[in-house]
Structure formats: C-alpha cells, structure tokens
C-alpha cells in the first residue's frame, strides 16, 4: 500500500517536470523565433572613400568576417550578409577606417542559453594600393579570413572561431589566439609576438628576425625561417617547428621542460649566432632544423 501512494505521488510529479521542461522548450523556440525576426536580419552593401586613410580598426563580435585587400577594388566595399544592420557601424575619421559590428547587451549575443542568433558574415575588400601604418583586428564568436595585408604593425585578436591568416608583411605582428584553430600561411614579419591559448595553430613559410611565442594549452605546428632570437614559453601543449637553416647557427638555453633539436634532447651550442630560450612546462618542444 505505502508503494503505491508513492507512486501516486511520484508518477503525476514527474508527469508535471516532463510538461514544464516541454512547455518551456516551447516557449524558447518561439520566443527565438520572434527574436530572431526582430533584429531584421538582412544582407548590406556600401562602399567608402579610401583617400587618406592609413590605419584599419576593425572589431567584429556577431558575424564571420573575411578581409582581402585586392587590385579589384580602388575604395572600401563591404558586403555583408545576414546581418542586423541596427549594430553596424563604420567610419573613416583621423586616417582610420573603423567598422564595429557588436551588440550593447549580452542577451543581444544570447537571448536563450544555448540558442545563439543565426550569424552572418562581413566580407570587407580593401584597395591593395594603401599603405597600412596599423591595422587592428579583432574577432570574437566567427572565424576570421584574412588574406594579403601589409602594413607597419598588425594586431589580429581572434576569438573562439577559426581563424585563417594568408599572405601577411609586416615590420611587426601580434597575434593573440582566443581558443578557436587558427592557420597562417606566409607570414614575414620582422617581429612577431604569438599568443596561443587553446586549439591548434598552423604556421607555414613563417618568416621572422625576432619572435616570441607564449604557448597555453595549443598544439602549434611552425615552419620557417626564424633569423634571429626567438622566445618559447610553453605550459601544456607541444610545439613542433621546422625551420630551414644550419644548425650551428642556433644557440638554445633550455630553462625547464622537455626540448629537442633534431632528435636530442637539449642541446649545447653556446656558438650559434640566434639565440633560443625556451622554458616548458608539461608539454614538449621540438625542433626539426633542416
């Protein structure tokens, strides 16, 4: 008898849960539904004058973002679809060309936990006779593709999307990876400073005088030419690079950690002309120099 005015109370309490939990899904969906149709998503196009513009600003948190400076265009065109244009702003003031797309308020990101709005994508073509000063680019929840960029310094912020880098120059490049994969492909920078957080990084024809990498939780790939001094912190992912050159030209000060050249384990050569610190914590750090 106590078993079943247990059941009794038990069947129709999770009966209650089940409905509740399901009316509460409905009411979500719609409400996204409507939300959605509120923000008027829809594709953008415009064009803006170039002259006397020097410096790029550019900071996309809602959509994908694409950034080519090409011969095809002679000013800024931006063709953006699926966009919400009431958070799209852009600009040409004090040499800079700044464009935002971000919202105010966090439910603007994220109206329901877990039902992120439908995201667009910012295609931004830049006239590939300007000469850049700096360009910054930040990105938060889309990926990024950036191709054929040159300027003085070049700060990329990327966020948890993936990020594609190609065909950048530049005296200095700083690079700061928020978790999402991020791929490079002939990068020369006099200078580079890389900052990788989580993911996988890919950096291929890497060309640089100075570099320092500080490595969190990313397996980094690199491949390149480093003639210079270099600076490796890593703490729990690996990093293994290749890099073209002679092998008694690198002199590596290995602080801590488990570092390879070439299959030894760290190796003496207090005469080499480029100078490698590396300091590792639990990942390991390989070098191939062929």
């Known amino acids: 008898m106590k078993i079943k005015k247990k059941l009794k109370v038990i069947i129709p309490s999770a009966v209650l849960v089940v409905g509740i939990v399901l009316a509460v899904i409905g009411l979500a969906m719609g409400a996204k539904g409507d939300y959605v149709k509120s923000l008027e998503l829809t594709d953008f196009e415009a064009n803006v004058p170039s002259s006397g513009v020097f410096n790029l600003d550019i900071n996309v948190s809602l959509a994908d973002i694409n950034i080519v400076c090409t011969n095809d265009v002679e000013e800024f065109n931006i063709k953006a679809d699926n966009i919400s244009k009431q958070f799209l702003d852009y600009s040409t003031t004090n040499n800079t060309f700044k464009l935002r797309y971000e919202t105010k308020k966090w439910y603007q990101t994220t109206f329901i936990p877990g039902f992120l709005h439908k995201q667009g994508k910012i295609n931004i073509y830049i006239p590939a006779s300007l000469n850049f000063k700096d360009v910054q680019i930040n990105s938060r929840y889309g990926s990024s593709e950036l191709s054929y960029i040159t300027a003085e310094r070049i700060f990329i912020d990327c966020g948890t999307g993936s990020s594609n880098i190609t065909n950048l120059t530049c005296d200095y490049v700083k690079i700061d990876n928020k978790g999402g994969g991020i791929s490079c492909m002939n990068v020369d920078a006099a200078a580079a ?98």
């Open 193 to 290: 400073d890389l900052t990788l957080r989580s993911g996988d990084a890919e950096f291929c024809n890497f060309v640089s005088e100075s570099v320092k990498i500080e490595n969190k939780f990313c397996d980094l790939t690199l491949s390149g030419i480093i003639k210079g001094n270099c600076s490796i912190v890593c703490s729990m992912g690996d990093v293994n690079a290749t890099l073209y050159g002679n092998e008694s030209d690198y002199n590596f000060n290995v602080l801590k950690g488990n570092v390879s050249v070439n299959n030894i384990e760290n190796p003496q050569n207090k005469d080499g002309k480029y100078y490698f610190k590396t300091d590792c914590s639990m990942g390991e750090i390989n070098f191939i120099i062929e």
